[in-house]
């Protein structure tokens, strides 16, 4: 099942989820001078990226709207992404976020698990409720797809639906408590489902929580270090160090701005950053600093 | 103001929205025959009900999602049917659901706002929060743009999240508020906003009740026919026959397999079927049979 050799790359490689939330402005400029073609530069960076990192990233996730926003060409590029990273035997999730009835779902999901978009994850939006999920079911079973569907987000306006109280339970609760019910169907040898959860970073004490009650749920955690919450945070929704991957984007797509005239090496400060991720949730883990070089090792 | 311009061509066509979720399997065999690649045919199809509707359709709704399917050769289609739309005075609305964070949600509305699909209106899913709806508002302040956030929609699974009850209020009664609430500031001289909300046609006490709470809120009101809800329960969220328009996609481009024989006037066969759910929804709006050509009459 895919949930397993995604919990397995993890335990290699560790949890870290690169972000390809790839726009031109993120780009250094004497790296888009180099190319006619925006779509080109795009592709190369994000190839580069790829590259550098593919030791040390748990998956990759790619923001399909970054790609969208550029129209058919942009879509050329988020297609080859997905390519690129498949081929090389990585694990890509689609961040698509998509959410519709059943017919409509069925075209999303044939879109994006299988043709030119295809991944190995997608994200989903429950919102017009779990039927809106059943036609994702039939690649799910098959065993080489999977689903993280949003449960609770941490943005400011997350409190707008999701914290809306009914009875003294929270409407990402009952969300919460639909998609780990729904998952217990595909649950794999490594104890999570196929089915798993989006769970923003932020208090420790909903974290823990929400870890709790979502026993068989592998998380994805998107915006660790831009959207708030500390790797302690984070930690405790990884249980032994694996029940989750922890995303970044920005961060690490920019983390050569940080460091002057190293812009020809974006790739390189992309890497250094993935592993400073590594060591900081390896820490918060209660693991012993640069010891190893490897997560499996870090939790071992 | 957008909004203003849809709302004038329901006065004078009616609130048919013609639905253009047009999957490849619905092309007849005979027209599907002709041509040697898939996207032609498919183009072709959507040009012809465009062209044997335009006069008769307060406007069009084209779902991504069909052409999604079909990765980026399919996205082209999309893109060249939103434009024969636009480029023809049609208003159309991309059925695109997108809900994501500030930053995602500024590319997704640069995506479907500008460049190749750029469309008038929008569907949103509002899940993560009002805040993901903010990136768009700058193309709803500048007049030509609008939106249409899911509210209560008429899938079975909707109970799962939007019928989720705190203190005696449903959550999509809250989310319903909360969209009537963001809109106020853009109410055109219609009367409604350029804010306006999906609701599904399904009971017509709820019905009511919506249309009472959502005051000046324009409604896109999918699945008629498909998706249950009579005529009568639609017209309630009409008010005086311009308070909505409803939309049905399936129904209007498979008319033709209802006809034995009709395979080569499809396009006619949807006219029909147009010319057909706006004389029914007319009677239930309590204006009289066949007496008028054209919705502002039925009306008068």
């Known amino acids: 099942m ?7 790359i993890v335990d290699k490689k560790g949890p870290v989820c690169v972000g390809l939330d790839t726009a031109i402005e993120y780009l250094p400029e004497s790296f888009l001078k180099k190319y006619n073609y925006i779509d080109h530069a795009l592709y190369r960076f994000n190839e580069r990226i790829i590259d550098a990192t593919f030791d040390i990233a748990g998956c990759y996730k790619v923001q399909i709207a970054y790609y969208e926003a550029l129209g058919t060409l ?9 390519k690129y990273i498949r081929e090389k035997g ?9 959410g519709d009835i059943a017919a409509t779902a069925s075209m999303y999901a044939k879109a994006h698990f299988t043709g030119d978009f295809e991944c190995d994850f997608v994200t989903l939006n429950p919102y017009m409720g779990l039927d809106s999920i059943e036609p ?6 098959s065993g080489e797809k999977g689903i993280f569907a949003l449960v609770r987000t941490s943005n400011k306006g997350a409190k707008d639906i999701q914290y809306i109280d009914s009875n003294g339970e929270k409407v990402y609760e009952i969300v919460g408590d639909k998609i780990n019910q729904l998952g217990k169907k595909y649950v794999g040898s490594c104890g999570y489902s196929a089915i798993g959860g989006v769970v923003g970073c932020t208090h420790r004490d909903e974290a823990m929580e929400i870890r709790k009650r979502l026993g068989s749920t592998y998380f994805l955690i998107p915006g ?3 959207q708030g919450g500390t790797a302690e945070d984070v930690a405790l929704y990884m249980k032994n160090g694996n029940g989750g991957v922890v995303n970044s984007s920005r961060g690490i797509l920019l983390a050569y701005k940080n460091q002057e005239g ?6 390189l400060c992309a890497r250094e950053e993935v592993l400073r ?10 693991g012993k ?4 070089k490897l997560w499996t090792a870090y939790s071992a």
Chains 1, 2 share one sequence.
């Open 136 to 141: 994702y079911l039939k690649y799910v079973e």
């Open 277 to 286: 991720i590594r060591e900081e949730l390896n820490k918060a883990l209660g």
């Open 224 to 226: 660790y270090g831009a």
């Open 289 to 292: 600093e640069n010891e190893h």
């Open 74 to 82: 942009g879509l050329e590029v988020y297609k080859n992404t997905l």
């Open 2 to 8: 895919i949930i397993d050799k995604l919990h397995e």
């Open 262 to 267: 190293r812009e020809n090496d974006f790739e």
């Open 90 to 98: 990585g694990i890509v999730i689609g961040d698509i976020k998509r």
